[in-house]
């Protein structure tokens, strides 16, 4: 009965209400930089990586004195009620609140360690994704096909995450294309080159390559015909992809480079194929 009495004393009844003042109040500031940041960076396309990275830094601290300031109104934090109850109190929460605790303080790892920021692209337990959020439990993921992957804070320190871009706007894309070993294999390269070339999403102020090698698989043998650019934002990676495909197949098929026998023709056609270019 002791315990209970003290317990009551211990909570303030009459800033809970301020506390939940302070609570929606902390919700409706994060909610308003969120917004801000996605609103100026469609307006400032070269900087929404950095307007994104800049509010969650921003909502995280936010959080952290909202839920601090309401913990102060909503309890007297006297030495004599610390002693009283911090023990059981440390104990339950410890239990009930482990995962959560471990998950806010790799989320102060990754703010400051920087594995990966809101914007980036990156792979992590097979889901690959763009980082929209990294919250005090969580980091939120959008796949390409418009899925939202959640992903608790304390995973990403255990496990392997691979970030495409690194906090830049543009981010390196490879795409792979297949032609016959009896086919003009410079001619292709060039179709593909030019595809990458003319591309209104590519970013050509950073290396990109055409690279050609010999692939042997079950039963066939292949050219494997590798482009390998940056794309001007990571928001046009599939469509990078789209147009550079659309372009090399028209290509191809206006050259009549074929793709490996085994993948469209007999072993008969390649055979005569070889012997006519002989």
């Not at 070339?197 to 590519?202: C, E, G, L, P, V």
């Not at 990676?237 to 490996?260: M, Q, S």
């Amino acid at each position: 009965m002791d315990d209970a009495t003290k317990i009551v004393e211990f909570i303030r009844f009459g800033g809970l209400i301020s506390a939940c003042f302070v609570l929606l109040g902390t919700w409706l500031v994060v909610r308003f930089i969120n917004n801000s940041a996605v609103r100026l960076g469609q307006r400032f396309v070269e900087r929404r990586l950095v307007l994104h990275q800049a509010s969650t830094v921003l909502r995280f601290t936010i959080y952290l004195l909202g839920i601090g300031a309401a913990i102060f109104l909503s309890f007297r934090l006297s030495d004599e009620m610390l002693l009283a109850v911090g023990g059981s109190i440390a104990v339950a929460f410890g239990i009930s609140l482990k995962d959560l605790a471990a998950s806010l303080l790799a989320g102060l790892i990754i703010l400051f360690d920087r594995p990966f920021q809101v914007g980036d692209r990156i792979t992590f337990g097979g889901v690959y994704g763009e980082v929209t959020a990294i919250g005090l439990r969580s980091v939120r993921l959008v796949t390409l096909d418009d899925s939202l992957v959640t992903v608790p804070n304390n995973k990403f320190l255990t496990d392997l995450v691979s970030s495409s871009n690194a906090g830049a706007l543009d981010m390196l894309v490879q795409m792979d294309f297949w032609v016959g070993v009896d086919q003009d294999v410079e001619a292709a390269r060039r179709i593909v080159r030019d595809a990458l070339t003319s591309s209104s999403y590519a970013f050509m102020g950073k290396p990109w390559a055409v690279l050609l090698s010999e692939v042997a698989q079950s039963g066939w043998v292949g050219v494997r015909v590798r482009a390998k650019v940056y794309v001007l934002d990571v928001q046009f990676e599939k469509a990078l992809e789209t147009d550079v495909t659309a372009r090399v197949r028209a290509g191809f098929h206006e050259a009549g480079i074929l793709p490996p026998a085994v993948l469209h023709r007999g072993l008969g056609e390649q055979v005569e194929s070889a012997v006519r270019a002989a």
